[in-house]
């Protein structure tokens, strides 16, 4: 049985800083593609960031330099370091695994306040 299971959201001031994780179980992180994406009240779901299984990563252009993501092949996890956090960062954001069948995690909350 795969999961994704996302932690780190919260609320956070303009300007801050947020770090995500996502533990995934019963697929291996370092043979898929895996992705953050998020979803703000009345928009479409939108990938943020992807890193493939070769470790090469991209971003949507709204948060370039200032979000990062990684992958700890020993943990089995995929984070994603969001700095410099503004309003439009505000979503659920979720934890996906390109595989076949994909998966999802069940999202968690980011608030940015200004």
């Known amino acids: 049985q795969v999961q994704l299971v996302e932690s780190g959201g919260g609320l956070v001031q303009a300007g801050g800083s947020l770090r995500l994780s996502c533990a995934a179980s019963?697929?291996?992180?370092?043979?898929?593609?895996m992705g953050w994406y998020r979803q703000a009240p009345g928009k479409q779901r939108e990938l943020v960031a992807h890193?493939?299984?070769?470790?090469?990563?991209s971003y949507t252009k709204s948060v370039k330099g200032r979000f990062t993501i990684s992958r700890d092949n020993a943990k089995n996890t995929v984070d994603l370091q969001m700095n410099s956090l503004n309003a439009e960062d505000t979503a659920v954001y979720y934890c996906?695994?390109?595989?076949?069948?994909?998966?999802w995690g069940q999202g968690t909350q980011v608030t940015v306040s200004t």
């Open positions: 996906h695994a390109l595989s076949r069948p994909d998966y």
């Open positions: 019963g697929i291996i992180v370092v043979l898929n593609g």
């Open positions: 890193i493939s299984s070769v470790g090469a990563t």
